[in-house]
């Protein structure tokens, strides 16, 4: 299958284009999961280095998994290093990851000030339909465990929450 070889460019532009299975309007990219792609040219082998986000969340294997046919695809022998530290934080996503989540109707995790997460439940969400936040909690773990449920008060939509980490 493996056809030529593509450019370390083309690679990882490939790569960071991935979606997270998760929350697939949102790259690895862009959440901050994708930390390092080093190819090495005259062997054709990739090491790729990903964070993972929320231990809750179950997608690192299908995400490795994905890399590494992507790299296939791309002609390079790729080999998936998992690093734990320094721990992911929400504070990685990007703001282009941010407002896609948003469009998608996904209240995007709040920046912590000063590194200090604000106590669960207390903080304000807005809604990402109208923009009220006059919201409340209904599941602290939504339709995965890294996604709370609310609703908006004004509007009565009920919507998910990328939890702060
Ligand atoms: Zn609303």
């Not at 493996?2 to 299975?21: N, W, Y």
């Not at 599941?139 to 939509?157: I, Q």
Request: hydrophobic share 40%; net charge negative.
């Amino acid at each position: 299958m493996p056809a030529r070889r593509s450019t370390v460019t083309e690679l990882r532009e490939a790569i960071a284009a991935i979606p997270d299975p998760e929350v697939p309007v949102v790259t690895i990219e862009d959440l901050g999961i994708l930390r390092d792609v080093a190819a090495d040219e005259d062997t054709g082998h990739v090491v790729v280095t990903i964070t993972p986000t929320y231990s809750g969340c179950p997608a690192m294997a299908a995400i490795s998994d994905y890399v590494a046919y992507i790299a296939a695809r791309h002609g390079w022998q790729a080999r998936i290093d998992t690093v734990l530290e320094p721990a992911w934080t929400t504070d990685w996503l990007s703001e282009k990851g941010r407002e896609a989540l948003r469009r998608f109707g996904i209240a995007p995790p709040r920046r912590r000030e000063g590194g200090v997460a604000v106590p669960l439940g207390r903080h304000t969400v807005a809604c990402p339909r109208c923009g009220s936040t006059d919201t409340e909690e209904l599941a602290h773990f939504g339709s995965t465990a890294c996604k709370a449920m609310r609703r908006c008060r004004v509007c009565r939509e009920p919507f998910d929450e990328f939890k702060e980490l």
